[in-house]
């Protein structure tokens, strides 16, 4: 139970369902050892969900740079001095 604990603080969600599963297997029925398996696969499925949100995000500003690129609209930097000037 204390490496699956371990391993879910560090957002190994496998290696913490491999641990817990094991813990259940050694105490059958056991109410701790089922919940933190719930626990971790929510944890699980949270961190997918935004790993989705995350390049769904990515994505769109990808598109919209490619879009404003094509249009040479693609605004880089804001007029000076909010990007400083460049003094070789």
């Not at 879910?8 to 491999?18: C, G, I, R, S, V």
């Not at 599963?21 to 109410?31: E, I, Q, R």
């Not at 994505?59 to 094509?70: E, G, H, K, N």
């Amino acid at each position: 139970m204390t490496a699956a604990r371990t391993a879910l603080a560090a957002k190994k969600y496998d290696d913490a369902l491999l641990s817990a599963g094991a813990a259940s297997k050694l105490f059958p029925g056991d109410k701790t050892s089922q919940d933190l398996v719930k626990e971790i696969q929510a944890a699980k499925a949270a961190a997918a969900a935004e790993d989705v949100a995350r390049k769904a995000e990515y994505t769109s500003q990808m598109t919209a740079a490619l879009a404003a690129m094509q249009a040479g609209t693609l605004v880089t930097c804001p007029p000076a001095p909010a990007c400083g000037t460049y003094t070789p």
